[in-house]
Every structure is written in structure tokens, then in C-alpha cells.
């Protein structure tokens, strides 16, 4: 099935006072259903205005949800115990389909390593959630690789992307 994207104007920089401005041009995007991925990338969005974004979200269409949401890069500063419960709220609810974090200020993945209970909560969307870079190669090392794979899944269901190694 075939993906239309709704793209914030990378000129418009969002915050929590003007960020109701892209969500009225996604609504109209979304009267004509079908799979929408929303386009939020490199629009200055922060951990507090994210953080109220899935409601927003659900309160747009009864009807038609938001397929896929790219929120990378923008200016999402936060541990892993903080951000946790904000891609609950947008995986876990089924919000979104896809969540595509990658590029903001987020500590190395490397350190989801240190808790059993963050690696759980973040792996067990598996590659619904995109916290790495797709162009990375494939190292055979499962810890790293699921990574670049979430994040080839999401661009591959978003925008249609494929790989040579697909």
C-alpha cells in the first residue's frame, strides 16, 4: 500500500505554541485515509513539546491514525528513563505504526546495555521504533544491527526506501 507523507516546511520551526499549525495541515492530509507519514524532522521540536504530541495525535482523526512519524533530527534532549514513556505512549498505544527518534540528543545506544529493564522496554517494539542510522552497515553484531535495521525498516515503510542488502 502505498504511503502519502505530510512534511512540516523545514523553514517552519515548531514549538508547544505553534506546533497546533502543522497538525491542522495533517489532519486535512489525513480525511483521505490510507497510510500517512508525518514528517516532522529537523523542526526544532523539544522533549516537552514531544511529550504531549501522542494526544494530539489521537484527538486529530477517529478514523485514520498516523501511519509512520519521523521526529528526527530535532532537539529531543533526554535520557533513556526519561523518553521511555513518551514511545510507550506513542508504540505501545499504537499512536503511530513507526517512530523514527534518531539524530537528536539522546545518550549512545550503547548504554541501553547498562539496564535489563530500559533494553526490554525499547526492544520490545522491535523495528517499529528507529533509534539508529539506516546507511550503517550490517556488523553481524546482534546488539548494533537491530539498530540499523529498525532504522531501515522505518525509512523502508515511511517513504518506501530499499536496500541492496533487502
Known sequence: MATSV???????????????????????KLRFGGRVTC??????LTLDCVRGLPDQLRA????NRVYALDLSPNRIRADWEKLLPIVRDFLGTKTVEYLDLS???????ETLQQSDVLLRGYTAYGERLSLGVDGNFLTGDQEYDRWVLGARKFKREAYGYSYDSD
Open 6 to 28: 505530510y512534511a512540516n516546511p523545514q523553514e517552519r520551526h515548531l514549538d508547544s505554541k505553534n506546533i497546533s499549525v502543522a497538525l491542522g495541515e495533517l489532519k486535512r
Open 39 to 44: 514528517n516532522l524532522s529537523s523542526s526544532g
Open 60 to 63: 486529530l482523526s477517529a478514523d
Open 103 to 109: 539524530l537528536n540528543y539522546l545518550p549512545a545506544l
